[in-house]
Every structure is written in structure tokens, then in C-alpha cells.
């Protein structure tokens, strides 16, 4: 096999922000060392996140002038609507204007307030936080496997079959659907084999309790399946997809991530009576059943999107970029997840930093030190995301202490990445004298997104 390279040319450009570092310096003080407060003008590579930054393609942007912008019934839903149904195979496909809307409007129909559990694999935040708005309890049944970040097994995203077995038996008659998110973003882009699928969806349904995907990750999933699962290597990536949707009664999708598009989500589902009370509520906050929140035009590039994610030599590229920023950092000697997953790295920060302990922040440390060093942003997700700060000054702290890496899709090029492995590279070997942070102000509630921090004076360790 010969270099998996980029199967697209760019037709438009965008300049990468080139700042010196005393330049970075000013503008991660000024941010109190919290990169979600950087402007992106101050950025040179954002990979914040995967979600709303893809790049266009020509038949994307051409489409989006095709965009009927009519209030009801518009050309462009239709096109949009027979996308979704040819691929999913749901009878109702209500638009939203992002994945969030789409679980927001689910939840509110069917959790009861004190009673509900949804089990998943792993809820993704946004969903965890709607069910537990709506007073229900999101439970988290991955796999055993998912726990250690240094095994290799081939689908982490999978859900552990006996504990939602036990689920179903303890909370009967409270379990409104059950949820297994493609890919596992909270545990590491990790995807859930199609034997797993299968099996979730007989349990659930064994139960009669309906099943409901976080499809957000799909075409990275189904492709993980052709890969790894026997007897799959001679489908196609959409088979396998049509395959996988028909396991379960409807989705909550955000087309920002593999819909290929800035913005844009759906809620489908076969069950006409579920789908008639979910049109009524998204009349309430998204708008008219046939644009949901979205431009007309916003449809039409999903609808692209949506069979172009599909195409086998994209995917091919996209998770070979994928495992080539994961085996350049560990060879730089930063550790990461095992395996690498479908749309992100995720760097131990902990294995890295041993000498700053988790209420200092290891991964803080390290995203900061790759901004200051190179102006690659990156996203701590460890105790600084999920530590739990008590009212006594009692601090628990997460289970691992990751950085994200996470590639927008079709963004970055091979040469990109190897600058950033030249910085990740830098970042490693000053890892021994790197402080830890001291989050100086901490909001109550995802103190990830405004907490101010400042680096640990005196602690510098060789
Ligand atoms: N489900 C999963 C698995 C996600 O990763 C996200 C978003 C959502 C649902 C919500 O979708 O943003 O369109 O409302 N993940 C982004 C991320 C934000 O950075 O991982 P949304």
C-alpha cells in the first residue's frame, strides 16, 4: 500500500494566523490560559474541535445555491429528507439546527422527571446534560475494555452487553430508549462493533424498550467495522451504515461532524406518534417542520455531505491522518489512547506530567505548553472538564487526564500535522520543567469553558 494521501485539491484558502511566541505568550494571559477564551485569529492550528469546522467541498457549496428558502415545504427539505431516509431508513426526518436541539426535543418527550434512566455506551455531555434537565439519569455501560487507555482492543465503543442486560431487569418499565453513541466521543473516538449493535438492539428490544443512536460519528464508525470486524471487509461503508441504522428505531444526529457541514443536526425515527409530538415541539423553538432551524441551503450541503462521507477513499485518508498524529506524538514521546479513534487523539497528559498532580491540572498544562510553543489548540478533557470541586475545598479529580487532538475534517494537510508534531516534539522535551495551573476562577457549572488559570511559580521539576 502505497502513501494514503489527501483525495482532494484546495480551491480556496484560508492564511494560517503566524504569531511569534512572545505573541502567543500575550494572548494566553490574556485568555487566562483557557483556550476556549483565545480568539481563533491568534490560532495557527485549532484542533479545538472536529465538530462545524470541515471544509466545504465544490458540490457542497454549489448545492447550498440550490437552497429553496421557501417557509414550508421547500424543494431543499425534500431533497434533504430522501438523503436521510435512503441512508438511515427512518420513515420521519425532522431537522434541527445542530445535534443538541435533536436530544433536546427527544428527552423533553420522553423523560419523566425522578424516574427515567437512559443507558448508552457513553453519553456525550450535551446529551447527559438534556436528560438530566428533563430529571432523568443518564447511566454510562461501556465496555470493560474502554477503561484502559493503553490496550488496543478494536471496539471500545462497545456497550458491556450483561450490564444492560441487569439495567433493563432493574429498571423495568423506566427506561423511555436506550442509546448507544457512533463513535464513543467521551471515550475516545472509540466505535461500537456491529455485533455489539446487534446485540444491544435484541436486549433492548427483548424489553421492548426502543433503541436510539448518537449517530453523530457514523461513516467513521461503519468504517472502523469494515476494518475490524470479520466477515465485514467486503461491504460497502454504506451498506454497513444502512445496516447499522436499521438496528435501531431512530438517531439523534449532528451533521457537524460527519455530515460534513458548519452547521446542521436531524432527529429521525420510524414511530409516527413520537415523531407527530417532536414536530410539535420543535415548531416551538426550531422552527417549521421542513427547515428545523436551518437555512434551506443548510440542507441541501447536509444532503451532499451525507453521501460524500460515505465515499470509502475519504475515509481511508481521514483515519489514516487520524492514527498518523497518534503514532507521530508517541514516537515524539508523548502517550496516547489506544487505538487511535476516528476523529481525534487523545494525549495522557497524567503518563506525561507525573510530577504535576491532577488538582494542578496536567492536561491544562499541556495544552497550554502546545498553544505557547506552537499554536496548536487543543481541548483538556480531564479533571479540569470533570473534576468535581466540592463547597468544603474537597477536590476529586477525573479519571484520566487527556488532551484532545481533535482534526477538522478535510482542513489540515500531512505537512500541517508534521509541523505540529515538530511543536508536540518541543513540548516534550520541556515536559519535565512544565508547571502546573492554578485555576484562579472557577465557575460552578463547565468550568472549562470560562475558568482563568495561572502556571504554578517555584515548581519547576527536572
Ligand atoms: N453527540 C456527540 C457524540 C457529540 O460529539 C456531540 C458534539 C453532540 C452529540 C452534540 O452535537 O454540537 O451539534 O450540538 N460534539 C462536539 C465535540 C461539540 O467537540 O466533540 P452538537
Redesign the pocket.
Known amino acids: 500500500m502505497g502513501v494514503v494521501f489527501e483525495p482532494f485539491k484546495a480551491k480556496v484558502v484560508e492564511p494560517l494566523a503566524l504569531l511569534s511566541r512572545d505573541e502567543r505568550q500575550a494572548a494566553l494571559e490574556l485568555a487566562g490560559y483557557n483556550l476556549f477564551a483565545l480568539p481563533a485569529d491568534a490560532v495557527t492550528f485549532d484542533l ?5 469546522t470541515t471544509a466545504m467541498s465544490a458540490e457542497q457549496w454549489a448545492a447550498m445555491m440550490r437552497g429553496d428558502e421557501a417557509y414550508a415545504g421547500s424543494r431543499s427539505f425534500h431533497r434533504f429528507d430522501r438523503v436521510v431516509r435512503d441512508l438511515t431508513g427512518y420513515a420521519h426526518v425532522i431537522p434541527t439546527h ?4 435533536a ?1 433536546r426535543i427527544l428527552f423533553a418527550l420522553v423523560v419523566e422527571k425522578g424516574r427515567s434512566v437512559i443507558p448508552s455506551n457513553n453519553h ?1 455531555d ?2 447527559r446534560a438534556n436528560i438530566e434537565f428533563d430529571g432523568g439519569e443518564a447511566l454510562d455501560l461501556v465496555c470493560q475494555e474502554a477503561a484502559d487507555p493503553k490496550t488496543s482492543a478494536p471496539f471500545k465503543g462497545d456497550i458491556d452487553l450483561d450490564k444492560l442486560e441487569a439495567c433493563c431487569r432493574e429498571h423495568a418499565g423506566n427506561i423511555p430508549l436506550g442509546m448507544q ?1 457512533i463513535t ?3 471515550g475516545g473516538g472509540q466505535p461500537a462493533s456491529l455485533a455489539n449493535i446487534r446485540a444491544v438492539s435484541e436486549i433492548l428490544h427483548s424489553h421492548d424498550i426502543p433503541f436510539f443512536l ?1 449517530a ?2 457514523f461513516a467513521e464508525n461503519a468504517w472502523f467495522i469494515k476494518q475490524r470486524e470479520p466477515g465485514q471487509a467486503h461491504r460497502s461503508v454504506r451498506e454497513i451504515a444502512q445496516e447499522v441504522f436499521a438496528l435501531a428505531d431512530g438517531c ?1 444526529f ?4 460527519d455530515g460534513l457541514v458548519n452547521m446542521g ?1 436531524v432527529l429521525a425515527m420510524n414511530d409516527p406518534e413520537l415523531a407527530q409530538r417532536a414536530r410539535n415541539l420543535l415548531i416551538l423553538t426550531e422552527g417549521f417542520p421542513t427547515y428545523g432551524g436551518c437555512a434551506a441551503r443548510d440542507l441541501e450541503a447536509l444532503a451532499v455531505g451525507l453521501e460524500e462521507v460515505l465515499d470509502e477513499k475519504y475515509l481511508e485518508y481521514r483515519t489514516a491522518s487520524v492514527r498518523y498524529l497518534a503514532e507521530g506524538l508517541e514516537k515524539v514521546g508523548i502517550p496516547v489512547m489506544h487505538p487511535p479513534g476516528g476523529h481525534a487523539v487523545y494525549a495522557d497528559a497524567g503518563a506525561l506530567l507525573p510530577h504535576i498532580p491532577a488538582h494542578d491540572y496536567p492536561g491544562q498544562a499541556l495544552a497550554c505548553a502546545l498553544y505557547l510553543e506552537g499554536g496548536i489548540r487543543t ?1 483538556e478533557i480531564g479533571s479540569v472538564m470533570f473534576g468535581r470541586r466540592g463547597d468544603d475545598g474537597s477536590f476529586t479529580p477525573a479519571r484520566l487526564e487527556l488532551v484532545r487532538f ?1 482534526l477538522p475534517r478535510r482542513v489540515y494537510t500531512q505537512s500541517h500535522v508534521d509541523r505540529m508534531l515538530e511543536v508536540a516534539a518541543e513540548v516534550a522535551a520541556l515536559a519535565p520543567s512544565l508547571p502546573g495551573m492554578e485555576m484562579v476562577e472557577a465557575p460552578r457549572y463547565l468550568p472549562h469553558f470560562t475558568a482563568r488559570f495561572r502556571p504554578r511559580t517555584g515548581v519547576t521539576v527536572s
Open positions: 479545538l474541535t472536529d465538530s462545524g445542530q445535534g443538541r436541539a436530544e456525550f450535551t446529551t453513541t464513543n466521543n467521551t448518537d453523530c460519528r439523534t449532528s451533521g457537524k461532524k443536526g481541548c481533535a
